[in-house]
């Protein structure tokens, strides 16, 4: 290893456990959801060009991308040695140079910038044309890093797939190995929010309510009714925490969440909950009513738009939570086939209104809480 040729480090993976273009897609979405179909043209486009289209059009905060500590640690040491530390990043230039100012680490920046998509085989003769072949260290993580590897004299790899290594140890062997301790299991199921999987039992009250617990066939249909309020929830949990990354590392309790860490990979969050909301209507219409796939339809509607006016409207925000439990017990009714009882309903809604209330109040009051408990610290 040659501690005075530069040293090039990747962003994505690599620097940062998480992937700016992809967090770059969902805050375009958060604030631009009527622009989906730019998303297809751009991309058509090029991969360059799609980057930098969305680059100008976010604002992305760099103090709050979960980077990965102990490559920042060995940067900074590398730095005190006297290294040259140049960030070559296949994200566009535009949000590279945001973290490089954060940082202050960097001599130099290497990114895609509209027109050449900085990676891969692009990535190694830009380095090669301002270092030589063999002529500079590299800090990577995935398999596109392969051809910078093969052009550099000091390998550096994170968390790589045993593939990945395997292939890299045949040729040259890596310096240095940082490897994430984190259980990709654990962190998927992390993340589904199976606690607030209870809420969903309140589908069975129509069962109780009605006396027909004794009935095999509606006990059955119950059942499969709260698996797919509870597959439908999980998936719109984890939708939810894809949109609202940054808010959610700027929370002190939120900020551990496996997406806000970054330690769930972005496209892997987001097909579970598409392959969840598939599951959860595939159950609905093929073991129960296809009144309740309206029901649930209306669910996951109300849910989202939960998420979308609880920060801003505080009390449309109890009704819709309010609506939500009323939603459950519709499905509830709908999946046994049975009429609803008027009674049940109105009692239900006015009850979870109240719950609704308190709920809120007691939101203000740890939110309150906390901030006193900062500025005492301060």
């Not at 140079?97 to 001599?107: C, I, K, N, W």
């Not at 890596?174 to 607030?196: A, E, M, R, V, Y």
């Not at 009935?215 to 509870?230: D, E, G, K, R, Y």
């Not at 949109?243 to 769930?264: M, N, Q, T, Y």
């Amino acid at each position: 290893m040659n501690e005075s040729s530069p040293l090039a480090v990747d962003l994505d993976g690599s620097l940062i456990h998480t992937d700016l273009t992809f967090e770059s897609i969902f805050l375009f979405l958060k604030q631009y959801p009527l622009q989906l179909f730019f998303l297809f043209f751009w991309f058509l486009k090029g991969r360059a060009y799609f980057k930098r289209q969305l680059a100008h059009r976010i604002s992305m905060r760099a103090d709050l991308l979960p980077y990965n500590q102990d490559v920042l640690a060995y940067l900074k040491d590398q730095k005190q040695k006297g290294r040259s530390l140049i960030l070559a990043t296949g994200s566009d230039i535009l949000l590279a140079q945001e973290v490089a100012r954060y940082l202050g680490l960097f001599d130099d920046v290497i990114a895609s910038d509209g027109t050449i998509n900085m990676r891969s085989h692009n990535k190694a003769q830009k380095l090669v044309s301002l270092f030589g072949d063999k002529k500079f260290g590299y800090v990577g993580n995935s398999r596109h890093d392969l051809p910078v590897w093969n052009k550099s004299a000091d390998i550096i790899v994170v968390n790589p797939p045993t593939r990945i290594l395997k292939t890299l140890k045949k040729t040259t062997p890596p310096s240095k190995i940082f490897k994430n301790t984190d259980s990709f299991g654990n962190n998927i199921i992390q993340s589904l929010h199976l606690h607030q999987w209870i809420k969903n039992l309140i589908v069975f009250l129509p069962l109780l309510a009605s006396f027909q617990v004794m009935h095999l066939q509606m006990v059955l249909n119950t059942l499969i009714a709260f698996c797919a309020l509870s597959l439908s929830s999980s998936a719109i949990y984890l939708l939810n925490d894809l949109f609202d990354l940054e808010a959610d590392r700027s929370h002190p309790i939120k900020c551990r969440r496996p997406l806000a860490r970054g330690v769930l990979p972005i496209p892997v969050a987001f097909f579970v909950a598409c392959f969840l909301l598939v599951g959860a209507n595939m159950l609905s219409l093929v073991f129960l009513p296809l009144a309740v796939l309206g029901g649930l339809g209306a669910y996951m509607i109300t849910t989202v738009l939960y998420f979308m006016v609880e920060k801003r409207y505080a009390l449309m925000g109890i009704m819709v939570l309010a609506s939500l439990y009323g939603l459950r017990i519709i499905v509830g009714y709908e999946a046994m086939g049975v009429a609803y009882s008027n009674w049940l309903l109105g009692f239900s809604f006015f009850f979870f209104v109240s719950l609704a209330f308190m709920k809120r109040y007691l939101d203000s009051r740890a939110n309150v809480t906390r901030s006193m408990t900062q500025i005492k610290k301060r």
